[in-house]
């Protein structure tokens, strides 16, 4: 079963930077619930910053020319109360990634970034963003990442062994049949059942809204009168939940890949599941303009359906002890279409799984879901059931199940009941949950969110449904592939982001950038 919903590489790489994927529970989005009133956050000591760039291997990460002699890296944790409510009780450390320019004497604060997931790890980002983001962005702003509370190394949540994430990962139900939906439901609750035995009560705590609160403690920390913040796909949902909690302390932010905060969970997972069905129809279409790119592979829909259905008959080879389920597989086509750059390498894997190799879409399988070549996982699956589940209403029903894998098995050929089957994975979580508000937020600056016409994982409707939601947004859109759309390519795009973050000058009302 796949993920809740998630971000991806801004590349389209596997560099844990900014991964990340798609199921039920991303988060209570469209709920008009209110989080009690914010009122004075705790007060903070500045962050010591030291030196961490061994620790982190930043070493062998490729630096610019232009910046090489330049750059700094540092590390530090912020103490933040496990529950706000309580701010004397028990702490938690998040921890902060900081990449210093020394021509940075006179510039604009930090600017916090986050990968999305949620699960994904904002220090990683940071470190990968490096040799993405224009110098003259790092000229003016200290680049801070940091792992989001449950995530990486902040406190992180794990409740699940590296065999039962594999066994999670490859399991294949069918919920349109009565052992299928019994077998799925019974796994939900043998996961939320060892989370909860494992966390108690504090499993509730590894929310958005608590991470949104997390995220004025940083910019205390680091010094900053106003919040600078970009934020891509969940991460625009951190972003949207900080401004509404904190208008008046946003100097700039900017949304990228906008999660839709009017729709309720089914409905979000349902565009993301059609997302990606179109996302497969336009590289099917790319092989039929270009077949040298996609050889041997003259009808990719229906060989694709053909590999998924021998799968689930009999698990495929894989040249070592794992096999390819049918579930791995689709999880190895939704990897490839998150970048158009992995299609080519989407080709050759369902070209290979047609004639009984199933190693390239379990390559792919594996770098959706980080996990290791020594069979050993980041906590990003645990962090994304979490923190997906604790911002959901209770639910959705048996009954809702049974009726939406019905209707998915029939508008969704290739993901649809696949897909159905993660909606189990909160109905069974523990009931304390605090789920996302809709995200006013009449900040007194404009935030500018970015929407990519053919998004795959958050479809471009997100982007103006995020910006009427918030009241003081501008959308710039770009006509091109894959997810997220800053640092994927486009002048025009990355242009106008860093003349925003640099000036807060916005792109013209209703601009939209080329492919």
Sequence with gaps: MALAGCAHAIDGSPVPSHHTPPTAGSGSVGSTSEVPPVGASPTVPRASFNDCSRLLYVDRIPVPPSLKGKITFGCATVSVPLDYGHPGGRHIDIQLFRVHDSDNTNGLGSLLVNPGGPGASGVELAIGLLGEISPRVLARFDLVGFDPRGVGLSSPIECLSDQQKDDFNAFSPDVLTQSGFL???????????????????????????????????????????????????????????????????????????????????IASFANQVQGFEQAFDQFAASCSRSPSSCPGLSAPRQTTLQVVAAAQATPLSTGQNRRLTSSLALTGVIEALYSQSQWPTLARAISAARSGDGSGLLHLADEYYQRSSDGTYSNLIDANLTIGCNDAKPGPTDTQIRQTAQQWDQQYPLFGLWSAASLFSCQQWQPDRTPVPLPVAKTPVTVLVVGNLHDPATPYAGAKHLAAAMGNARVLTWDGEGHTSYLQGSSCVDNAVNTYLLTQELPAVGRVCPR
């Design 183 to 265: 077998q799925a439901k019974t796994m939900a609750t043998q996961i939320a059942s060892d989370c909860s035995s494992k966390y108690g009560s504090a499993l509730a705590f590894y929310n958005t809204v608590d991470t949104a609160r997390d995220m004025d403690l940083i910019r205390q920390a680091v010094g900053d009168q106003k919040m600078n913040y970009l934020g891509f796909s969940y991460g625009t949902e951190l972003g949207s939940i900080y401004a509404h909690l904190f208008p008046d302390r946003v100097r700039v932010a900017v949304l990228d890949g906008a999660v839709d905060p009017t729709l309720d969970d």
